[in-house]
């Protein structure tokens, strides 16, 4: 017997960090239960070669099936790429032999997809919420939208189990018409044989960096939600009280408008010297570059999640963030500060503790909250019970 996972977001020849998040995940739980991934390949007219991709390939012991899918970018069809991605993926899952339980990640299009297909071919669904997709998309203001909510508000009354990532996700699930019963919280897990404590010198020495400054570090895309505005006015405060501060950025593309629109800022703020931007990095070098840091920051005006900070917990690091929903299941009182979004002042003054070195922890403690709580084994275990009990449920 086989469970699919349905997900648009899973890295390719061409993005190979897309949806590593997926993959990883993906990996682990391969370990638990036989699946195979059916990943639709989008074909957006600004990214050539997509066309090119293989349908079929094997990656990382992963069987990858990769159909074609045109979908409508926005407008007022956005709503119907549900139905043309369950179209799209409904021969191939018909070719893979004995499906018993079709998982999707995200609940749009690829949640609304699965319960289609599941209804038509009488094979239990089960929908993962990472936050973008409620957040952007049935809880948009935009009256555009509408369509699009009512066909997520259907996917969530409709699929056999759904997986939220966090509380607060559960709780805007349910308020969209979710069953609470199918609802289940299994946070994002992250892998504790990279994401470790490592010395500080030596992350400091091979990385080029100067030793011993303060040292502020961010992870995520440089996008809107993720409050980076308000960092750099933060910084600016910050800077004032200690001039060798150094805020690295990690994430978004070098020379990217997103990355030039930040740097201009941090210019207009005066911070242009205490300000790095290094681009997309390997997975593998991202715990040096939280081993050489005080503190990550992530400061999201909303966040479904937040899996960035239990990694950097896991190097022993410390975190600030926002009450933006999925951060308040991750730090606690030991492991960081939480402040409200968009306050500059909250956020600064937070930031002066790891600065002036009053905010105390042991970096090997703090890599224990995560071992057995967060780590891979524990999380892909749940997934594996609950993919069990969803399954079990639906032939009764």
């Not at 059916?38 to 159909?67: A, D, Q």
């Amino acid at each position: 017997m086989t469970t699919v996972i349905l997900s648009h977001l899973y890295p390719n020849p061409k993005r190979k960090t897309f949806g590593i998040f997926v993959e990883e995940e993906t990996v682990h739980l391969s370990r638990h239960i036989n699946l195979e991934v059916i990943s639709p390949c989008v074909l957006p007219r600004n990214i050539p070669g997509l066309i090119s991709f293989p349908k079929f390939e094997v990656r990382r012991g992963i069987t990858v099936h990769r159909p074609r899918l045109w979908l409508f970018p926005g407008g007022s069809l956005f709503w119907m790429n549900g139905i043309r991605m369950a179209r799209s993926v409904y021969r191939l899952l018909h070719r893979i032999q004995r499906v018993e339980l079709l998982a999707a990640h995200n609940v749009f299009p690829d949640g609304t997809a699965a319960v289609y297909l599941g209804k038509k071919l009488g094979i239990p669904t089960i929908v993962i919420l990472h936050g973008s997709d409620i957040n952007n998309f049935a809880l948009n203001p935009i009256p555009r939208n509408r369509r699009l909510r009512h066909e997520i508000e259907w996917t969530l009354r409709n699929t056999d189990g759904i997986i939220a990532v966090s509380t607060d996700l559960k709780r805007k699930a349910v308020d969209l018409g979710a069953a609470p019963d199918k609802v289940y919280v299994v946070p994002n897990g992250v892998d504790t044989e990279l994401f470790h404590p490592i010395q500080r010198e030596s992350c400091e020495e091979k990385l080029g960096l100067e030793k011993g400054l303060p040292r502020i570090l961010f992870g995520g895309n440089l996008v809107h939600v993720k409050g980076l505005d308000i960092l750099i006015e933060s910084m600016g405060g910050l800077v004032k009280k200690f001039p060798r501060v150094e805020l690295i950025l990690i994430g978004g593309k070098k020379n990217s408008r997103e990355e030039r629109s930040l740097l201009k800022h941090a210019a207009q703020v005066g911070i242009s010297g205490n300000v790095r931007s290094v681009g997309i990095i390997s997975n593998d070098n991202i715990p040096l570059w939280m081993s050489a840091s005080d503190v990550l920051v992530l400061p999201s005006r909303s966040e479904g999640f937040g899996v960035v900070l239990v990694e950097a917990i896991a190097c022993g690091i410390p975190v600030i963030s926002t009450l933006s929903g999925g951060p308040e299941d991750i730090v606690t009182n030991e492991s960081g500060i939480l402040v409200k979004p968009e306050s500059i002042d909250e956020l600064t003054m937070a930031m002066e503790k790891f600065c002036d070195g009053s905010f105390k922890c042991n970096r090997d403690k703090l890599a224990c909250l995560v071992r057995g709580r967060f780590d891979y084994k524990t999380v892909t275990r749940r997934l594996a019970d609950v993919y069990t009990s969803v399954q079990e449920g639906y032939n009764r």
